[in-house]
Nanobody, 124 residues
Framework: VQLQASGGGLVQAGGSLRLSCAAS????????MGWFRQAPGKQRELVAL???????NYTDSVKGRFTISRDNAKNTVYLQMDSLSPEDTAIYSC???????????????????WGQGTLVTVSS
């Protein structure tokens, strides 16, 4: 199983980035896909998720600015990040689970598969 995240970088406040996470070795279309982030000195938090059926959910701080989507034909999940602020600076990681239950969505250890992180730095 491999989740390969890409797309991070340095951007000015107000700018945009699109993260990608390409999956292999899993039945991608049947997995819930999520993006987590971890800022220095903070706990890892769930930023956005998309179910196998395409339903999405976002943490309050990114609602209206971030959009998660998936392309099952390409086994890839995306995170479009707009109106970025310095508070969005973090390492972003993608995760997958074929069977996570609703109450465990925000628990990193409950997700089955993880990609390496990609660093997003937003300058003021």
């Amino acid at each position: 199983v491999q989740l390969q995240a890409s797309g991070g970088g340095l951007v000015q406040a107000g700018g945009s980035l699109r993260l990608s996470c390409a999956a292999s070795g899993i039945n991608f279309s049947f997995n819930v896909m999520g993006w987590f982030r971890q800022a220095p000195g903070k706990q890892r938090e769930l930023v956005a998720l998309i179910t196998s059926g395409g339903s999405t959910n976002y943490t309050d701080s990114v609602k209206g600015r971030f959009t998660i989507s998936r392309d099952n034909a390409k086994n890839t999940v995306y995170l479009q990040m707009d109106s970025l602020s310095p508070e969005d600076t973090a390492i972003y990681s993608c995760a997958a689970s074929p069977s996570i239950i609703y109450s465990n969505l925000g628990v990193p250890s409950a997700w089955n598969y993880w990609g390496q992180g990609t660093l997003v730095t937003v300058s003021s």
